[in-house]
Each structure stands twice: as structure tokens, then as C-alpha cells.
């Protein structure tokens, strides 16, 4: 949504001093209204990325080895906590581990998490560069871990 906002602020920005330039102020006006709103809606996404991620939070998210016992084995685990200090949690990614995952094992990446009504992850998703990749939680607690 930042793209097209940017642009639009860039268009009729330009439409606003072409009219300006060649002396019709009417053009002129309209052209500013499209740049008031436009720049209204870019500023307030710049300034707040969460509300462009429609309730997502920033987090960081770390691959960790499944625990010990007898818990559930499906999934990937990973250690979730976001940006505002919420959590951390253990959470279990409806995905199968892959081999790219045991390079990244204990390194936090970038990403987002949804947290549902009970206030444990729903879903998160992962920057990986080049692409961001979105799973569901199959299951989370809440954990003591700091680290």
C-alpha cells in the first residue's frame, strides 16, 4: 500500500506544479486535494507499519530442535516474541522442517506474528530475504525463556 501512496503523492505533486506553472488554478486544486489525502494516507503508513500489516505485530522469530519428552513432534518449533516485548512463546509451525532451516537454527529473523484471542500466536510470518513465507501455529505456550 506504501508503493501506490508513494506514487500518488509523486503524481499529483507534479500535476499541482504543471497546473501551478501554467496558470490554472482549479487543475491546481483538485491536484492538491489528491496530494493532501494521498499524503495523509503515506504518512500514516510510514509512521505506523502495523496498521499495513492489518494486527500483526513486528517479531523476531528463532528455529530451535523440538523438545525433549514426550510433546508433540509435528511441525517446525521456533521461539516467537515481538517488538513490544509480548511473549516469548514456543510455537509449532504447520510446515515439515526443511534443510535451509538447521543454517538459521538459533539466528532471529525478521517477521510478523497474529496473536488470537487467548493472546498466543495464530500465525507467523517469515522474512526470508527475497520472499516472506506465512504458516499457522498448530500449538503455543508461553515460555520462560530470555534468551
Known amino acids: 500500500m506504501r508503493i501506490p501512496a508513494a506514487f500518488t503523492v509523486f503524481a499529483a505533486g507534479a500535476m499541482a506544479l504543471s497546473a501551478l506553472a501554467a496558470g490554472r488554478p482549479s487543475e491546481a ?47 517446525t518449533f521456533a521461539l516467537v516474541r515481538t517488538q513490544e516485548r509480548r511473549g516469548p512463546w514456543d510455537v509449532a509451525l504447520d510446515r515439515r522442517p526443511e534443510r535451509a532451516d538447521l543454517e538459521v537454527m538459533g539466528v532471529d529473523q525478521g517477521g510478523w506474528v497474529w496473536l488470537g484471542e487467548t493472546g498466543l500466536p495464530e500465525r507467523v510470518r517469515i522474512d526470508y530475504g527475497t520472499t516472506w513465507k506465512t504458516w499457522p501455529v498448530l500449538s503455543a505456550a508461553e515460555t520462560g525463556d530470555t534468551t
Open 29 to 75: 486544486l483538485a491536484a492538491l486535494a489528491v496530494l493532501a489525502v494521498a499524503g495523509g494516507i503515506l504518512w500514516r503508513l510510514l509512521r505506523d507499519p502495523a496498521a499495513t500489516r492489518r494486527g500483526g505485530h513486528f517479531a523476531t522469530v528463532r528455529f530451535r530442535p523440538p523438545p525433549a519428552g514426550d510433546g508433540p513432534r509435528t511441525g
